[in-house]
């Protein structure tokens, strides 16, 4: 094996590492801050990979489910480095809460979890 395609298998494990921890720093934030009435929203952030995200709620509002959340965790720990990764929620009134429709949660705190890992994954790779 070259010194170049050495390199470069190494760069993409690395890079592949990163980002499955910041997908999951994130999935875990977004969980923590998430309002709770219910539990649904909360149990619907979903990280995965791959090009199809999934496009409904898993459960609902009087059945949470929380299996799925942990199994779109498995699929991010598992994923190919070279996969398009995701998180989504897909409960009708998840934009609500992020607007700022709970006294529970801030307004934009979906984009101040994701704003807060990138920064710390960028910290991580200046060190």
């Known amino acids: 094996m070259s010194e170049t395609k050495r390199v470069v298998g190494k760069l993409t494990q690395v890079t592949g590492r990163e980002v499955k921890k910041m997908v999951l720093d994130i999935v875990a934030d977004l969980v923590e801050e998430t309002p709770v009435d219910l539990g649904w929203a909360r149990a619907n952030w979903i990280p995965g990979a791959g090009?199809?995200?999934?496009?409904?709620?898993?459960?609902?509002?009087?059945?949470?489910?929380?299996?799925?959340?942990?199994?779109?965790?498995?699929?991010?720990?598992?994923?190919?480095?070279?996969s398009d990764?995701?998180?989504?929620?897909?409960?009708?009134?998840?934009?609500?809460?992020?607007?700022?429709?709970?006294?529970?949660?801030?307004?934009?705190y979906v984009d101040a979890a994701i704003i807060r890992n990138v920064n710390a994954a960028n910290a991580r790779s200046h060190e």
Do not use: C, K
Not at 51 to 80: E, F, K, Y
Not at 85 to 108: C, D, T
């Open 51 to 82: 090009r199809s995200a999934p496009s409904a709620p898993t459960g609902s509002p009087d059945n949470v489910d929380s299996g799925a959340q942990q199994q779109g965790i498995a699929q991010v720990l598992g994923m190919a480095y070279d």
């Open 85 to 108: 990764s995701y998180i989504v929620n897909n409960v009708p009134y998840i934009e609500r809460l992020n607007e700022g429709s709970s006294s529970q949660a801030p307004a934009g």
